[in-house]
């Protein structure tokens, strides 16, 4: 379930603070502004994405660690590079999903699709080993959420270290990449209607 709120907080508080800009009108100040759409974008990135580690973090060591009593076997560092990896990831999803659509309604309406089919396909909820080979396959090369929840169980539950999960945090890694290209190329365009 932690792996699955970071999904949902992060699409959409990424994706809902450009749109709410926009819908009020303080994005034109933002614009006016000595900062490149890089800066714009990636303080967007980086405030959602310390908030949404910050809670994942401490839901990890108070409540499963502590309330539940549920033992974390890995490293805590290395949890916080890969869901980081992942939340930056999931965070340039979320803007460029935003830069397709000029209201909260469109975005929800866009965003909801995307969150089930992601955590119905993850590997969380249902096997990934169940799925058809295309399918998995599929999913590994269009969403970031297989792979962290192959890294959060690798690391969390089975105490693995970095030579385990390098794979993972490279896939998402270079989703994050791609992602974040699309939205600084689609930035100044979207922002100008």
Avoid: C, D
Wanted: net charge positive; no cysteine.
């Amino acid at each position: 379930q932690l792996m699955n709120n970071v999904t949902i907080l992060t699409l959409i508080l990424s994706g809902s603070s450009m749109i709410r800009e926009r819908e009020h009108g303080t994005i034109e100040h933002v614009l006016v502004m000595p900062i490149r759409p890089v800066e714009i974008v990636l303080s967007k990135i980086l405030a959602t994405g310390a908030v949404i580690l910050l809670g994942s973090v401490l839901s990890l060591t108070i409540v499963v660690e502590g309330i539940m009593g549920v033992p974390v076997q890995g490293a805590l560092w290395l949890y916080v590079l890969g869901a980081a990896l992942y939340v930056v990831a999931v965070a340039s999803m979320g803007l460029m999903m935003a830069s397709f659509t000029s209201n909260m309604g469109q975005f929800g309406l866009l965003v909801i699709p995307v969150i089930i089919v992601m955590f119905m396909l993850s590997g969380g909820i249902t096997p990934l080993e169940s799925m058809p080979a295309w399918l998995r396959v599929g999913m590994q090369f269009v969403s970031p959420s297989p792979h962290f929840v192959a890294f959060s169980q690798t690391v969390l539950y089975r105490g693995g270290g970095f030579g385990l999960v390098v794979g993972h945090l490279a896939a998402m890694a270079v989703m994050a990449v791609l992602a974040l290209s699309i939205v600084l190329a689609r930035f100044r365009r979207v922002l100008a209607n």
